[in-house]
């Protein structure tokens, strides 16, 4: 799936307070704004829709993954026929 970057306005004091204090515990900014982003989405956005998104996330990941197959195969063909 495409995905998009959002940017959050945060004053440079907080945010270094932020960084140094999450560093101490190894945990990364990014991620945990990730899990928080995440965790925004389950909440506000109906079920329904949800599982409408998975399944057209999964319909995308299949054609993708078969055209990559099907690029594989036909260059596998036309060079075993080259050789013959």
């Known amino acids: 799936m495409k995905k998009d970057t959002i940017s959050v306005s945060l004053?440079?004091?907080k945010l270094r307070a932020i960084k140094?204090?999450?560093e101490k515990k190894?945990?990364?900014?990014q991620d945990e704004l990730s899990e928080q982003l995440q965790k925004l989405y389950e909440k506000h956005v109906p079920v329904n829709v949800?599982?409408?998104?998975?399944?057209?996330?999964?319909?995308?990941?299949?054609?993708k993954t078969t055209r990559k197959v099907a690029k594989n195969?036909?260059?596998?063909?036309?060079?075993?026929?080259?050789q013959e």
């Open 11 to 13: 004053e440079a004091e």
């Open 20 to 22: 140094k204090y999450m």
């Open 26 to 29: 190894e945990i990364d900014v």
């Open 50 to 63: 949800r599982e409408y998104i998975d399944e057209k996330n999964e319909e995308e990941s299949k054609a």
């Open 73 to 82: 195969t036909g260059a596998a063909t036309s060079e075993s026929t080259q």
